[in-house]
């Protein structure tokens, strides 16, 4: 089977927190940021957490993600045990 591939357009705009949440950043801050409200702006700084159904399709195009692998072994591997 061949090499599963990461979409770079995904590696470039997401990443992956401890937890196996998606990162993200928040949209509306490139340009013309005089006629956008300050509860806007402010409310839109840093980035955010993804909701768990866009963190689904996002992780299928991110399959070599670290966190996400690891946390997949913790679950088989308290599987395993629980069956021995």
């Known amino acids: 089977m061949s090499k599963m ?4 357009g ?3 705009r997401f ?3 401890g937890s ?3 990162r993200m ?3 509306f801050m490139r340009h013309m940021q005089t006629n956008k409200p300050q509860k806007m702006k402010r409310k839109a700084r840093g980035t955010s957490i993804m909701c768990d159904a ?3 399709i ?3 195009y991110m399959p070599y993600d670290r966190k996400q692998r690891r946390k997949a072994k913790a679950v ?3 599987a395993s045990t629980a069956q021995a």
Do not use: E, Q
Request: proline share 0%; no cysteine.
């Open 58 to 60: 996002v992780k299928v």
């Open 20 to 22: 196996g949440k998606v």
């Open 54 to 56: 866009d963190a689904r």
């Open 15 to 17: 990443r992956m927190t």
């Open 10 to 12: 995904a590696k470039k």
């Open 5 to 8: 591939k990461t979409k770079s």
């Open 25 to 27: 950043n928040n949209a």
């Open 76 to 78: 088989r591997s308290a």
